[in-house]
Nanobody, 124 residues
């Protein structure tokens, strides 16, 4: 059983930057692909970015491509989401998730473990 914990919640102004972190509080996500998803109020949960364990394959939603960067630190057993040029429409609860696959999936249904989520608010 893997338990994931996100950190880095906060309020940032439009155009600013924020970094989210995700680590395993129990178990390990070694060998897993990791993903970030987000859910705005009244909306479904959407794919944001994903990375495989070796870090050489990444995928991004079109809405964040060029602004967000996902990265994996295999030593610290953490995954990060660097958010730059933030926009008000990035406001959401952000979730990290782990998938026992080599190719990072975009579908939330391919992820077996989820964090509790962390709030990100971008003010205009």
């Amino acid at each position: 059983q893997v338990q994931l914990v996100e950190s880095g919640r906060g309020l940032v102004q439009a155009g600013g930057s924020l970094r989210l972190s995700c680590a395993a509080s129990a178990g390990t996500f070694s060998g897993h692909s990791m993903g970030w998803f987000r859910q705005a109020p009244g909306e479904k949960r959407d794919f944001v970015a994903a990375i495989n364990w070796s870090g050489d394959t990444t995928y991004y939603a079109d809405s964040v491509k060029g602004r967000f960067t996902i990265s994996m630190d295999n030593v610290k057993k953490s995954v990060y989401l660097q958010m730059n040029s933030a926009k008000p429409e990035d406001t959401a609860v952000y979730y990290c998730a782990a998938s026992p696959t080599n190719v990072p999936p975009r579908s939330e249904f391919s992820y077996a473990y989820w964090g509790q989520g962390t709030q990100v608010t971008v003010s205009s």
